[in-house]
């Protein structure tokens, strides 16, 4: 569960090489608007579907990030960094599992980056103009460089074309699973104390520490 969720802001995204111009400058304003924001909030409603398996499923969750520090819960799991360290709640098995920050790997990505991982590992391609809600969007699909590396093989966005912000991601796997990522709400520049972004345990009486 813990790489599901991550699989959320992962599906948020695409890389400038190799990718054609339009959707190139859609996704290059939504970079550069993000890393303005000194903070942002999210909710969103992830859907999984298999025919092969008969799943169909949904989860909510929500996130903070406030510079490369971030909270971000769904389901039983919640991840929590201060960018010094992460922790892994997992509330099932009362475990919490303690790491220190590697910026070098795909597990250390906060959302914040996460919500920008196309500039990194993908081409990306411009679709057509769509309607999702009753809102106009930009529909851009985005191709791993490496297909070998990742258990997808495309992830479409859907891009509103007034706000120029993510409204819906779904990622296509390998084994036939669609996961459908839906953003319910996003507030830009969210007051949250620093605190919100360091594990507490008086918080989560009981719980085991382990520490990579």
Do not use: C
Request: charged share 25%.
């Amino acid at each position: 569960m813990k790489y599901l969720f991550i699989a959320f802001f992962f599906i948020t995204s695409s890389l400038f090489a190799q990718s054609d111009e339009k959707s190139e400058l859609i996704l290059n304003d939504i970079s550069s608007e993000i890393k303005k924001m000194n903070s942002f909030y999210i909710e969103f409603t992830m859907n999984v579907k298999n025919p092969a398996t008969g799943e169909d499923s949904n989860q909510t969750g929500f996130g903070y990030v406030k510079g490369n520090k971030y909270y971000a819960s769904l389901g039983q799991n919640t991840l929590v960094s201060n960018a010094v360290k992460n922790w892994t709640i997992v509330k099932e098995e009362k475990v919490v599992y303690q790491s220190d920050v590697d910026l070098d790997s795909d597990e250390s990505m906060n959302p914040k980056k996460l919500m920008t991982i196309w500039e990194q590992g993908f081409k990306n391609k411009y679709d057509k103009e769509t309607t999702i809600n009753g809102k106009k969007v930009h529909q851009i699909t985005l191709y791993p460089l490496d297909p070998s590396e990742v258990n997808y093989h495309t992830i479409i966005l859907f891009i509103e074309i007034g706000s120029k912000e993510l409204k819906q991601a779904t990622m296509k796997t390998k084994d036939g699973s669609t996961m459908t990522y839906t953003i319910d709400l996003f507030k830009k520049n969210e007051s949250v104390i620093d605190s919100k972004f360091v594990y507490n345990p008086q918080n989560h009486p009981g719980y085991q520490l382990i520490r990579d």
